[in-house]
C-alpha cells in the first residue's frame, strides 16, 4: 500500500476560514504560531493507503468522512500542536495518535483492528460523538480517548485513564505483558512495546496470545468512556 499525506488531500486554508464557535477554544492554540499549516477538505478523504498528518504544527479540516482502508497516523514531532477536526465518520484498519495531536470527530469512529495512543503530556486526544468501535485500544498514560455513544473494544490501558470506566488489561508497567501478549511484541522487561505492536498490527500478525481475547466479553458491549 502507498502512504500518502494528509495535506496531499486536502486544500491550502487559513486559521480565520475555519473559525468555528465550536472549534474555538482549540483553534485558539494556534494563533500567532509561524509555522504552521491550515488544510480544508470540502468533501471528506477515501484513499486505500496509509494516511501521515507529517510533524506539525497543523490543522486539518475533512468536511465528511475520513477513511483508509489502511494505517491511519495523526501525530506531531517534538510535541508540536496538531488539530484534527472530522465533520463525519472516521474509518481505518489501524489507527495510531500520539504528542501533540488533538482530533475530533463529529461521527462514529471504526478501526476493524487496533487503536494505539502515545505521549502527549495528556494532549493527545481522539474524541468522537458517535461510538467507538476497535478490536482493542492500547493508551500509554497521557493519551485518552472519548466516545459520547461508548465505546466497543478490548482496553488496554492504566488505571485512572476513566473514570468511572476501568481497563480490561491494566497498563501499569510491572513486567506482566507475558501473560497476555505475543512475545514478539514484548520490550525485555515483559511489557507492550508499542512500536513492535504498531507494526505488527499494520502487517496483520497476532499482538495477543491464543485466547487472551476471548476471556473479555465485556469488549463486545458499549461502555461509557468518562
Not at 44 to 71: C, E
Not at 86 to 107: C, K, M, P, Q, Y
Amino acid at each position: 500500500m502507498t502512504n500518502v499525506r494528509l495535506e496531499d488531500l486536502c486544500n491550502a486554508t487559513t486559521l480565520a476560514a475555519l473559525r468555528h464557535p465550536r472549534w474555538d477554544p482549540e483553534l485558539r492554540t494556534f494563533e500567532g504560531l509561524n509555522p504552521c499549516t491550515f488544510w480544508n477538505s470540502d468533501t471528506g478523504v477515501d484513499v486505500s493507503g496509509s494516511i501521515d498528518t507529517g510533524r506539525g504544527p497543523y490543522v486539518f479540516q475533512i468536511n465528511g468522512p475520513l477513511k483508509t482502508k489502511d494505517h491511519l497516523s495523526l501525530w506531531t514531532d517534538d510535541y508540536h500542536p496538531g488539530l484534527v477536526i472530522v465533520r463525519g465518520d472516521l474509518h481505518a484498519r489501524t489507527l495510531s495518535f500520539g504528542n501533540g495531536a488533538r482530533i475530533f470527530v463529529e461521527g462514529s469512529v471504526v478501526v476493524e483492528d487496533c487503536l494505539f495512543g502515545q505521549y502527549g503530556d495528556h494532549n493527545a486526544v481522539l474524541s468522537a460523538k458517535g461510538e467507538l468501535r476497535a478490536r482493542a485500544v492500547f493508551l500509554e498514560n497521557t493519551a485518552r480517548v472519548y466516545a459520547d455513544e461508548g465505546m466497543r473494544s478490548l482496553i488496554y490501558a492504566p488505571l485512572g485513564s476513566w473514570d468511572p470506566l476501568m481497563p480490561d488489561i491494566e497498563n501499569e508497567g510491572i513486567g506482566d505483558g507475558i501473560g497476555f501478549f505475543d512475545p514478539s511484541v514484548l520490550d525485555r522487561y515483559g511489557d507492550l512495546d508499542f512500536r513492535r505492536a504498531i507494526e505488527a498490527s499494520r502487517a496483520g500478525k497476532p499482538l495477543f496470545l491464543p485466547g487472551v481475547e476471548e476471556r473479555f466479553p465485556q469488549r463486545l458491549s458499549s461502555r461509557k468512556t468518562e
